[in-house]
């Protein structure tokens, strides 16, 4: 189990942080996950907040956004960086913006597998399992204003 100053999460400068935060996605989502890596890019990526967690070198372990339409998404984490606390920051970050952006309701695309992370920080599942990217997802939605 990591320590609690063995990694900081804060906001990215896309300027800055395009580059290492690409190599994450592409690590977790295009060669772990096999996620086409056509889907994988968006042009929205330099309008969305994002939050980078970094080891106490300065690498960055973990990503997370938060779009203009107020979803949470491209939530990875580096497998040897798991469990150790590095999601939920990242997502209490990008809730913690979504908060200060005065945004009401939060959306995201869950895979099945990590339903129950999100649940308990909030999220509560809705619809039916959809693929995504030939993963399985639920949509899920937290409700800021209560």
Same mark, same amino acid.
């Given at each position: 189990?990591?320590?609690?100053?063995?990694?900081?999460?804060?906001?990215?400068?896309?300027?800055?942080?395009?580059?290492?935060?690409?190599?994450?996605?592409?690590?977790?989502?295009?060669?772990?996950?096999?996620?086409?890596?056509?889907?994988?890019?968006?042009?929205?990526?330099?309008?969305?907040?994002?939050? !980078?967690?970094?080891?106490?070198?300065? =690498?960055?372990?973990?990503? +997370? &956004?938060?779009?203009?339409? *107020?979803? /949470? %998404?491209?939530?990875?984490?580096?497998?040897?960086?798991?469990?150790?606390? !590095?999601?939920?920051?990242?997502?209490? =970050?990008?809730?913690?913006? +979504? &908060?200060?952006?005065?945004? *009401?309701? /939060? %959306?995201?695309?869950?895979?099945?597998?990590?339903?129950?992370?999100?649940?308990?920080?909030?999220?509560?599942?809705?619809?039916?399992?959809?693929?995504?990217?030939?993963?399985?997802?639920?949509?899920?939605?937290?409700?800021?204003?209560?």
């Amino acid at each position: 189990m990591a320590e609690a100053d063995s990694f900081s999460v804060s906001v990215a400068d896309w300027q800055r942080d395009e580059t290492d935060i690409a190599q994450i996605r592409r690590r977790v989502f295009i060669e772990e996950q096999a996620v086409p890596e056509a889907m994988e890019w968006e042009a929205r990526d330099a309008e969305c907040d994002w939050f !980078v967690a970094r080891d106490a070198g300065g =690498a960055i372990v973990g990503i +997370a &956004r938060l779009t203009p339409d *107020a979803h /949470i %998404g491209r939530m990875a984490v580096l497998p040897d960086w798991r469990r150790r606390g !590095v999601g939920s920051a990242l997502l209490q =970050a990008a809730l913690a913006r +979504a &908060r200060q952006k005065g945004l *009401a309701r /939060i %959306g995201l695309h869950a895979q099945v597998h990590a339903l129950g992370f999100y649940a308990r920080l909030g999220f509560a599942a809705q619809g039916p399992e959809f693929d995504e990217a030939g993963i399985p997802h639920r949509e899920m939605f937290l409700d800021l204003t209560e």
